[in-house]
């Protein structure tokens, strides 16, 4: 099972940038699907963006266009770009591992997004 750590959640005024990143440990990293989820108080856990072992990439309708996943196979990081941050961006978030059966969660990381 991969163990996962992400790094780099802050508060950040409307407008602004962010960079997320998430460190992998105990299994071989280029064999998973990797992930970002977000959960706003109140609201369900929902899928950010995700990229393949290949990677292809995949992103929620509201976060086309300004956020950007990407992973380094040699350094077992998932990052996420986020530009052009809303109030609306507010949330933990949530860096994931699938392959097959396996699915395995980091801690989370707040971002805020407020003037």
């Known amino acids: 099972q991969v163990q996962l750590v992400e790094f780099g959640?802050?508060?950040?005024?409307?407008?602004?940038s962010l960079r997320?990143?998430?460190?992998?440990?105990?299994?071989?990293f280029s064999l998973y699907v990797m992930g970002w989820y977000r959960q706003a108080p109140g609201k369900q856990r929902e899928l950010v963006a995700t990229i393949?072992?290949?990677?292809?990439?995949n992103?929620?309708?509201s976060v086309?266009?300004?956020?950007t996943i990407s992973r380094?196979?040699?350094?077992?990081?998932v990052y996420l770009q986020m530009n052009s941050l809303k109030p609306e961006d507010t949330a933990v978030y949530y860096c994931n591992a699938r392959?097959?059966?396996?699915?395995?969660?980091?801690?989370?990381?707040?971002?805020?997004?407020?003037?």
């Open 9 to 16: 959640g802050d508060l950040v005024q409307p407008g602004g």
């Open 99 to 115: 392959r097959g059966m396996l699915n395995s969660w980091g801690q989370g990381t707040q971002v805020t997004v407020s003037s």
């Open 20 to 28: 997320l990143s998430c460190a992998a440990s105990g299994s071989i």
């Open 52 to 57: 393949t072992n290949g990677g292809s990439s």
């Open 64 to 67: 086309k266009g300004r956020f």
């Open 59 to 61: 992103y929620a309708v």
């Open 72 to 77: 380094d196979n040699a350094k077992s990081t």
